[in-house]
Structures are given as structure tokens and as C-alpha cells.
């Protein structure tokens, strides 16, 4: 087994600043796994079961620590759309074709929107991606009302009776 690649002490004041700025668990942990390998020459699978995280995950951190540095520790987790079919500006670019004829009054069908976009991206799409993707821009669903809520339906029967249609 190869000897560690050891971080300086004055590494471990920095790491040690840096544990008391952290703002969430995840980077808070990510600097404990370098801080306890620095400080206290833990190995890894310590380290793992001092924190509550995998050895391989120990090992990544630290792998990218020592590429990259201290960035490396501090910032976003995994968040993001990793499997789009378009991009942001792609979608807009796509639902502009539909955009005249909504803002005209006229009623959007879904499958019209579905068939467009599988013929765009040139596969099947399940109906929940193209509503995510409405929601994603704003669009919502407005559907006219069955009938009017304060309509009083005593009074349109005897205006039925009254008005001298049939």
C-alpha cells in the first residue's frame, strides 16, 4: 500500500476556518473528511465510519481535494437536469410555435404539443415529460367552467318556461 499524500499544517488552519464558514451538512462533512485525514492521519474507512459515508465517497473527496483543492469542497450538490432532451433555450425556441396560438385565445391540445416534440427530439416521449415542461415555462392549464358559479338554476328554468322559446 502507497503512503498517503500528506496535507500541510497549514492546510489544517485553513480546513479548520473553513469548517466553522461551511453553511449546509454536505459541505460541512466534505471538509471533515480532508480536516480528520489532515489533523489525526485517519484513514479513510475511520473517516467513513466517523461521518457516515461510504469509503468510496472518502476517497473521492479526497482524491478531488487534492486535484483541485479547497473549491472542490464547498458549493452545490448534484441539482441540475442531467437528462434533458433540449436545453432551456431550446424549449422556449420550440414552444414559441405554440405561443401565437394561445395568446390568440385559441386551446392548446397536449398530444398536438407531444407529437411536435417527439418529431423534434426523434423519439417517444412519455405525456408527464411535455407537461413538466409546460410547468417548466410557465404554462398552466385553464379549462372554461361547466358553468357559471353563482348561476341559480330555479331561475333559468322559469325563465325557460317564460321566455316563449321552443
Excluded at 69 to 97: A, D, T, V
Aim: charged letters at 30%.
Amino acid at each position: 500500500m502507497r503512503t498517503p499524500t500528506s496535507i500541510g499544517m497549514e492546510a489544517v488552519k485553513t480546513l479548520k476556518e473553513l469548517l466553522e464558514e461551511t453553511r449546509t451538512k454536505a459541505d460541512y462533512r466534505r471538509v471533515l473528511c480532508i480536516w480528520l485525514r489532515a489533523r489525526f492521519h485517519m484513514p479513510p474507512d475511520e473517516i467513513a465510519e466517523a461521518i457516515g459515508y461510504a469509503y468510496g465517497t472518502v476517497r473521492r473527496i479526497q482524491a478531488r481535494y487534492l486535484k483541485e483543492g479547497e473549491p472542490s469542497l464547498i458549493g452545490k450538490g448534484r441539482g441540475g437536469r442531467r437528462y434533458g432532451n433540449m436545453s432551456i433555450e431550446e424549449e422556449i425556441q420550440f414552444l414559441g410555435k405554440f405561443t401565437c396560438k394561445a395568446e390568440k385565445g385559441g386551446v392548446i391540445v397536449v398530444s398536438e404539443i407531444k407529437s411536435a416534440y417527439e418529431k423534434a427530439i426523434g423519439h417517444t416521449v412519455p405525456k408527464s415529460t411535455v407537461y413538466r415542461m409546460l410547468d417548466r415555462h410557465g404554462w398552466r392549464k385553464i379549462a372554461p367552467r361547466p358553468r357559471h358559479p353563482k348561476a341559480d338554476l330555479k331561475e333559468q328554468e322559469a325563465f325557460k318556461k317564460t321566455s316563449g322559446a321552443n
